[in-house]
């Protein structure tokens, strides 16, 4: 089992920025991969970023050039910068863990709200 906590949501105005962080019980380096998802009123849960125990990255479309994921692996840490934030982004944020037997783990989510 692996418990995640995720923090730094909240209310931000257009065009601003948050740092959402996911804190593992467990240490990052037994992960396959750690992300972060989002989900909207009404919609399905989308993947945001992820990177991957080599470092690799992949980013949605909709969020390249304006957010980063990063890892601490001595805080045992995954990070989500979010730059020029837009109403679109409002979402709950998830923290993904992915482990090599096909295991995922997934936070309880921090909201974030991009509205003026």
């Known amino acids: 089992q692996v418990q995640l906590v995720e923090s730094g949501g909240g209310l931000v105005q257009p065009g601003g920025s948050l740092r959402l962080s996911c804190a593992a019980s467990r240490s990052i380096f037994l992960s396959r991969a750690l992300g972060w998802h989002r989900q909207a009123p009404g919609k399905q849960r989308e993947l945001v970023a992820v990177?991957?125990?080599?470092?690799?990255?992949n980013y949605a479309d909709s969020v390249k050039g304006r957010f980063t994921i990063s890892r601490d692996n001595a805080k045992n840490t995954v990070y989500l910068q979010m730059n020029t934030l837009k109403p679109e982004d409002t979402a709950v944020y998830y923290c993904?863990?992915?482990?090599?037997?096909?295991?995922?783990?997934w936070g309880q989510g921090t909201q974030v709200t991009v509205s003026s």
């Open positions: 993904l863990w992915r482990g090599w037997s096909a295991d995922d783990y």
């Open positions: 990177i991957s125990y080599s470092g690799t990255t």
